[in-house]
Every structure is written in structure tokens, then in C-alpha cells.
């Protein structure tokens, strides 16, 4: 554990926690931006599928 007596002060660490905080919510978010675009590349496919369907 880390004490401001040991020449650490507070607003350091809380800064490095919130530094690794956002950058959790950072890796989140760019999880669930990857599922949205490879849940619209397969609507896409599935439109194009039944265009072609309907073409026949």
C-alpha cells in the first residue's frame, strides 16, 4: 500500500487511478464499438443476401 509518508501524495495516486480507470472504460468501449460494426457488417451481408433472393 502506498502512504503519502512514503512520498506519495494522494492526488498522484488518485490521479493514476483514475488514469487506469478511463483507460478500462476506453478498452470497453472499443470492445463494444467492434461488436456493433461486426453485428452491422452481418445485417449487411444478410441484406445482400436477400437482395439477390428477390432478384431471382
Known amino acids: 500500500m502506498l502512504y503519502p509518508e ?13 488514469f487506469w480507470q478511463k483507460t478500462d472504460a476506453g478498452s470497453d468501449m472499443d470492445i463494444a ?17 436477400r437482395r439477390e433472393e428477390l432478384r431471382r
Do not use: A, H, M, P
Not at 33 to 49: H, K, N, Y
Open 6 to 18: 512514503d512520498g506519495f501524495s494522494i492526488r498522484v495516486i488518485e490521479e493514476s487511478v483514475n
Open 33 to 49: 464499438i467492434r461488436g456493433q460494426r461486426e453485428r452491422l457488417e452481418q445485417l449487411e451481408d444478410r441484406i445482400q443476401t
